[in-house]
């Protein structure tokens, strides 16, 4: 699934954009949630986050969970790099494992696991 947000952006800007924003919050890493294609829940009101490196993935659903306006009882499934990744990682092991190479990390959501 190709990003709206890399369609939107050149690399050179993304990839100057999350330079910058890294060395400017040393301690935070640049993420773009989105929307899968196939999704029938709403688009999320924000795509660009600045996430602590000591955050877990559990940690960082919640709060996509909550800018959706997800209910408890509605799954979501959430891909980095087209795999699920443990809920239990720090954000910092999943930027190092798939970030991308404009230095973004790719988050993508459904309400169904249609990733396998």
């Not at 890399?6 to 301690?27: A, H, L, M, W």
């Not at 009882?73 to 720090?90: C, E, M």
Request: charged fraction near 25%; charge should be positive.
């Amino acid at each position: 699934m190709e990003s709206n947000f890399k369609k939107k952006n050149s690399f050179e800007k993304r990839n100057t954009e999350s330079k910058t924003i890294i060395s400017k919050y040393p301690g935070r890493l640049p993420i773009i949630v989105e929307k899968h294609n196939s999704c029938e829940l709403i688009s999320i009101d924000k795509n660009k986050y600045l996430v602590p490196k000591e955050m877990t993935v559990s940690q960082f659903i919640f709060i996509i969970r909550k800018r959706i306006n997800l209910e408890s009882n509605q799954s979501l499934f959430v891909t980095v790099g087209g795999r699920l990744v443990s809920s239990n990682l720090l954000i910092s092991e999943i930027y190092s494992q798939y970030k991308d190479k404009d230095g973004f990390l790719y988050f993508i959501y459904t309400s169904e696991n249609t990733f396998g």
